[in-house]
């Protein structure tokens, strides 16, 4: 396997001689994006509030250091 393409939630590998372009979307509007990178041969990871949550966007899945439940 010469090229891949991994993507989990968020966090997205690309390897080998294929580019992808990624859109970074405003975190409180799906139709909006902030902007976009290209990915050939390299790796992103991003995180946020807004499409993983616990009833409300105060509970993210980005849980504090000095909690049990997500800050919030």
């Given at each position: 396997?010469?090229?891949?393409?991994?993507?989990?939630?968020?966090?997205?590998?690309?390897?080998?001689?294929?580019?992808?372009?990624?859109?970074?979307?405003?975190?409180?509007?799906?139709?909006?994006?902030?902007?976009?990178?290209?990915?050939?041969?390299?790796?992103?990871?991003?995180?946020?509030?807004?499409?993983?949550?616990?009833g409300?966007?105060?509970?993210?899945?980005?849980?504090?250091?000095?909690?049990?439940?997500?800050?919030?």
């Open positions: 396997m010469e090229d891949f393409f991994i993507d989990s939630k968020g966090d997205l590998l690309i390897f080998g001689e294929h580019e992808e372009e990624v859109f970074i979307q405003y975190s409180r509007d799906k139709e909006k994006q902030l902007f976009s990178i290209i990915l050939k041969n390299s790796r992103v990871a991003t995180s946020g509030d807004y499409n993983q949550y616990f409300s966007h105060k509970k993210s899945h980005i849980v504090g250091p000095f909690f049990i439940f997500p800050k919030g």
